[in-house]
């Protein structure tokens, strides 16, 4: 599809790929096109996810874009049909036998396998349960149990991004274990309180930055001055004085 250039060069192009991969879990597809390949996921007016994608391309070739576009068809391809392939090795298995293999994947040299993790995971929530008064223990015990089995799964070892998710599909139809696989690895990043504090240390770090060529010294230069001269208060307490406060010479007069 030709499209018109953006006011930065950057131009967006329509691609497409075969309608069969549609019959993959919508996650899966999304995965392919938005994390891996930077794409822009399409559906159709009734909400579901078409056969089809968005790509944006930073240059206007001679053919409109027809040869981009099928440089990217080609790589989403390859990539959907390993999709297709673990999806389909996957589900061979029920997730209660994905599981047994968590004890030969190492969560720690100190702390033991995944196994070994579960097994404590299984015992906390238990615990838990005991003490909230929660009576339905097998169902706490089969959640802990099948908490992390997708992580030995062919799509999950390709795809790290679909932890949880693989957990779930592969348990479709068991309810309440279904909805706990997914929820497990959450949060899969930090929450907004931290993201905040890193925003202002961020800042704060500009701000330094910005008063270190302001004054022309380095910036550790003008830590180490500022630490070694630092602002005195007045003997009333009152505000800073301007006397008292460091500033080095420019650069000019020295």
Known sequence: MKSPASSNGRCPLLGRFDAQFLTLPPEVL???M???????ALADKSGKLANGFIAVANMQTKDEGKSVIAGNERVLRARLSDGAFYWEQDRKKPLS???KGLNDVVF????????????RIEKLALAIADAVGFKDTGS?????LLCKADLTTGMVGEFPELQGIMGRLLRAGAGREAGNCRRHPR??????????????RYRRH??????ARLHHLPLRRRRKTHR??????TAKGGAWRAADIARPAPRSAR
Not at 140 to 144: E, G, L, Q
């Open 30 to 32: 999304i995965s392919e």
């Open 34 to 40: 938005k994390v891996h390949q930077r794409y822009f």
């Open 97 to 99: 036998d994905w599981a």
């Open 108 to 119: 720690h040299a100190k702390v033991g396998t995944m196994g070994e993790k579960v097994a």
């Open 140 to 144: 706490v015990s089969r959640a802990a």
């Open 187 to 200: 949060p899969l990043q930090a929450s907004r309180p931290q993201r905040l504090a890193a925003r202002q």
């Open 206 to 211: 500009r701000r330094a930055r910005r008063q």
């Open 228 to 233: 070694q001269q630092g602002p005195v208060r």
